[in-house]
């Protein structure tokens, strides 16, 4: 069955938190909410959660419509940003909360207990308590106390913002493993589109209290609808232009560099204003041109050195251009100097059209 | 290594000591004084004990300040202690005007308290006259008076047991399947307990040896200790209510230090009052 919920939520008169969300998450599915802080996807959390009511819409978990149900009596957990361990409770009695909570003792709840303990690898803590513990400990331990009560909806809050960069990379890794092992379905918020990118199924990129698009990682980054996803998830060339001719083929977008190709935009209006966007890493720098058109003529601005690639700001028509070049030894005479005159191939396929401008 | 203290410095830190405290030793010294009257030495006993639990008088007073202290600590601490825990939980507009409030009491001149509380009372009396009911100023205006100002000592030392902790975790007690009932008594009363019991300790002491207040709102025929022993002093000094006062003194201090002990375990935390 899968997890729905579909709200319309109006808050503290003219500032809606959020607005009109319509979301579908899939049994099973690992499902990210990313956007930047204030963009309402907290409030989102809480809501599935049961801590926060919307104002209007339903929020529905297992074909079950829970709103206005309170959070004891959900079928989800919570992993807390600040994680919330109970300061008073032993790492054993933390996790054993919530199954105590429903009268499950004995046997059945050391055995539980243990196992979720193993499961996230602090099964030597338990009696210790959250105060002595490190913070990736401590995220163990939250962790350990959701998944032990087996909800049907696991809700992450940034659950490893607070780590060093290093451990957040373990445990990345290890959260994407213990969802695939366990199954469940996990909503899970963050405003790091790394993160996102590397652990979620789906994403909904969130900006001003909307959704604004649903996808994979890979439709997300390789065809943003917006500007702002487009710059959000990694970063983008926009260059607006106006639609000059439409085939079966794709477009031609008449811009301020000349005539551009693109794969997109088969369905669009002559005439029509738009906004064509290409990853910085897309485009491809030359020394001469004579290829089939598509091409640009810049001149190198300034040069980032970030190790793995380099990172070309340019010059074309007034436009501000990036473009990265990975540092490969292979070919190592074709790294450009400053003030370069080069010629940008875009390749039509990596020429998105945007929906908006 | 302990550092060598200026011999001014620590002359001058015997010196402020020896003020707040001679006199009180001094008091405690002749209560064992084998001498009608308080001047001289006339020698170790214990005999003005013994005088005062004979005393009618001293015994119905310190009945009646133990029933005060008890029942107006059992009162403000449950009051008190949700104050402190709606200070801690909700971030409203009136949190601050609200522990300003708290706060008056505490610095309120204990004079201007109990003129208050004592026109307050004639002024319900009167009200109730006019339904046939009356009240004589006694066990009931006393204890009422005490949980005024108990009242702002209980929240403030529970609001701060609670300060370091994290909001959320009433939330994360929901999440796992606690009702609001439930989460506070498994998870926010556990955690401000020390805190609730430092408070009531406080309350207790602070009941205890009132004078102010009680003196105002007691009436004619309601005598609490420091009432008692106010009211002997003025007919002079008498050994036994050196021993009366070295017993206050003494129940006072054992239960501050309680209070202190209680508190001590989230000193690291900043949790201190």
Known sequence: MDVFKSFRNAQGGETRVLDDIDLDIRKGEFFSLLGPSGCGKTTLLRILAGFEQPDAGAVLIGGRDMTGVPPNLRPVNTVFQSYALFPHLSVFDNVAFGLRQKGIGGAALRDRVGRAMETVRIGDFGT??????????????????????????????????????????????????????????????????????????????????R????????????????????????????????????????????????????????????????????????????????????????????????????????????????????????????????????????????????EEG | MTRR???????????????????????????????????????????????????????????????????????????????GLGLWRYSSRFRLPLTFLLVTPIVIPDVVMGVSLLMFYSLVRGGLELTGWTFENGFWTVMFAHVTFQISYVALTVRSRLAGYDRSLEEAARDLGASSVQSFLRVILPLALPGVLAGALLAFTLSLDDFVVTYFTSGSGFRTLPVLIYTSVKKGVTPDINALSTLLVLFTVIAIIAANAIMRPRAGRGGEA
Do not use: C
Not at chain 1, 154 to 177: G, I, T
Not at chain 2, 29 to 50: L, M, P, R, V
């Open chain 1, 128 to 209: 210790r308590k959250p105060d002595n513990l490190s913070g990736g400990q401590r995220q163990r331990v939250a962790l350990a106390r959701a998944i032990v009560n087996e909800p049907e909806v696991l809700l992450l809050d940034e659950p490893l913002s607070a780590l060093d960069l290093k451990l957040r990379k373990e445990l990345q890794v290890e959260l994407s493993n213990l969802q695939e092992t366990l199954g469940m379905t996990f909503v899970f918020v963050t405003h790091d589109q790394e993160e996102a990118l590397v652990m979620s199924d789906r994403i909904a990129v969130m900006n001003r209290g």
């Open chain 1, 211 to 354: 959704v604004e698009q649903l996808g994979k990682a890979e439709d997300l980054y390789e065809r943003p609808r917006t500007a702002f996803v487009a710059n959000f998830l990694g970063q983008s060339n926009l260059i607006p232009g106006k639609v000059q001719e439409v085939g079966p083929g794709g477009a031609v977008v008449m811009t301020d560099h000349g005539p551009l190709r693109t794969v997109y935009g088969a369905d669009l209006n002559v005439g029509r204003e738009v906004m064509l966007s290409i990853r910085p890493e897309k485009l491809r720098m030359e020394r001469d041109d004579e290829t089939e058109g598509n091409e640009v003529r810049a001149r190198v601005d300034d040069i980032v050195y970030t190790g793995a690639e380099n990172q070309y700001l340019l010059e074309a028509n007034g436009q501000r251009l990036v473009a990265f070049q990975l540092n490969s030894d292979i070919g190592a005479d074709e790294d450009f100097d400053y003030e370069e005159e080069v010629a940008l191939y875009l390749p039509p396929a990596s020429l998105v059209i945007l």
């Open chain 2, 5 to 83: 203290t200026h011999p001014a410095l620590s002359a001058w830190a015997w010196l402020v000591y020896g003020f707040l405290y001679l006199p009180i030793l001094v008091l405690i010294i002749f209560s064992f004084n084998d001498s009608k009257f308080g001047a001289t030495w006339a020698g170790f006993t214990t005999k003005w004990y013994g005088v005062l639990l004979a005393r009618e008088d001293v015994r119905e007073a310190v009945t009646n300040t133990l029933l005060v202290a008890l029942s107006s600590t059992l009162i403000s601490t449950v009051l008190g202690t949700l104050v």
